[in-house]
């Protein structure tokens, strides 16, 4: 059972606009940035958003990351068949005393 | 350019030791923390503990705090996951990562365990 929950599927048409959720509590999102990964089939994940809503270089702006309170959302605008894969969110959660980095268990992300 | 390189893939027996590493270069070793994810097959990334190699500061996810050991050497910018004796439930994707803030901005690309009689 993941702390940072995310639903197992979406699904959306080539071209169309789709929005995976991160919802978690205040030892984690609530008080620490999010980061997005998009891992393809057979290959590493790779950092789409950190720090909740940036994109590292290279990450085309057709991805993007919002925050509010313990929830966070990706959103992928103009769908590609090529965006089909895993899609994760982590963050750092402070309820134990050392801390530790979190990950959601995973969104499986369909181009119909 | 900043990149981790993995060592190979492993076919291991139950209860045999083993150590695989995730050498760093195009960047200072010694300044980011570099963690180690596990992916089951079929299943989603675990984080299991990170590393600051300047000072080989540990930290470990609970669920594997006593299972394996993280270590470092920062003479060849290299990071370690180990295990004493491995079981079957041990096969797995291992990627490590290096961390920027809290986001793992760089991934190596993975060693895959398997252990079986």
């Known amino acids: 059972q993941s702390v940072l929950t995310q639903p197992p599927s979406v699904s959306a048409a080539p071209g169309q606009k789709v929005t995976i959720s991160c919802s978690g509590s205040?030892?984690?999102?609530?008080?620490?940035?999010v980061s997005w990964y998009q891992q393809l089939p057979g290959t590493a994940p790779k950092l789409l958003i950190y720090?909740?809503?940036k994109r590292p270089s290279g990450i085309p702006d057709r991805f993007s990351g919002s925050k509010s309170g313990t929830s966070a959302t990706l959103g992928i605008t103009g769908l590609q068949t090529g965006d089909e894969a895993d899609y994760y969110c982590?963050?750092?959660?402070?309820?134990?005393?050392?801390?530790?980095?979190?990950f959601g268990g995973g969104t499986k992300l369909t181009v119909l | 350019e900043v990149q981790l390189v993995q060592s190979g893939a492993e076919v291991e027996k139950p209860g045999e030791s083993l150590k695989i590493s995730c050498k760093a270069s195009?960047?200072?070793?010694?300044?980011?923390?570099i963690g180690w994810v596990r992916q089951m097959p079929g299943k989603g990334l675990e984080w299991m503990g990170i590393?600051?190699?300047?000072?080989?500061?540990?930290r470990y996810s609970p669920s594997f705090q006593g299972q394996v050991t993280i270590s470092a050497d920062k003479s060849i910018s290299t990071a370690y996951l180990q295990w004493s004796s491995l079981k079957a439930s041990d096969t797995a994707m291992y990627y490590c990562?290096?961390?920027?803030?809290?986001?793992?901005?760089?991934w190596g690309q993975g060693t895959l365990v398997t252990v079986s009689s």
């Open positions: 990562a290096r961390l920027y803030g809290a986001a793992a901005d760089c």
């Open positions: 195009g960047y200072t070793f010694t300044s980011y923390w």
């Open positions: 590393i600051y190699p300047s000072d080989s500061d540990t």
């Open positions: 205040s030892s984690n999102i609530g008080n620490n940035y």
């Open positions: 720090d909740n809503n």
């Open positions: 982590g963050t750092w959660d402070s309820s134990l005393s050392a801390g530790q980095e979190v």
